[in-house]
């Protein structure tokens, strides 16, 4: 079942999404694979710090984060990758390392690789490491706001 935060949103808010249970998975892109779909489309959450405040970068499991790319674009003078240590407590209801792409839900900015933006649905963790959800993009883009940016490599 979905982040319990995750499936009373969505709920609310009308909109309809697919549930994917797959075998144990930890890293991106071996979620993509367990549940067959395609790395570039797959949606990764990676948490980042800018000037002190938690952020979510959220790109496709087969690329990674440029931080120099996020502090030139943003405007912010520190950027780094969040610790497992300094996150962990902002997502009470997922797995560690299995966040959804929603900070409006756990009060974060989001940073969107452009890139994801060019598929009708958007595929990512429910908040498990067993289950993921696709959503139609125009429903995600509509209920989070994402600041859309070219940050990955």
């Known amino acids: 079942m979905p982040a319990k935060k995750l499936k009373t949103f969505l709920d609310a808010a009308g909109v309809s999404y697919e549930s994917i249970v797959h075998t144990p998975a930890f890293t991106a892109q071996e979620v993509a694979q367990s549940a067959h779909v395609a790395g570039r489309t797959f949606a990764k959450t990676v948490i980042i710090v800018l000037?002190?405040?938690?952020?979510?970068?959220?790109?496709?499991?087969?690329?990674?984060?440029?931080?120099?790319?996020?502090?030139?674009?943003?405007?912010?003078?520190?950027?780094?990758?969040?610790?497992?240590?300094?996150?962990?407590?902002?997502?009470?209801?997922?797995?560690?390392?299995?966040?959804?792409?929603?900070?409006?839900?756990?009060?974060?900015?989001?940073?969107?690789?452009?890139?994801?933006?060019?598929?009708?649905?958007?595929?990512?963790?429910?908040?498990?490491?067993?289950?993921?959800?696709?959503?139609?993009y125009a429903d995600y883009e509509r209920l989070v706001q994402p600041k859309v940016l070219s940050f990955t490599t």
């Open 51 to 136: 000037d002190g405040k938690l952020a979510m970068a959220v790109l496709p499991a087969n690329r990674k984060v440029v931080l120099q790319d996020i502090r030139d674009i943003t405007g912010f003078e520190n950027v780094r990758f969040a610790s497992e240590e300094e996150f962990r407590q902002a997502f009470p209801d997922c797995e560690t390392g299995a966040m959804p792409p929603f900070g409006n839900l756990y009060g974060m900015d989001v940073y969107m690789a452009e890139s994801l933006t060019w598929d009708r649905e958007i595929v990512f963790n429910a908040g498990s490491h067993t289950e993921i959800l696709k959503v139609a």
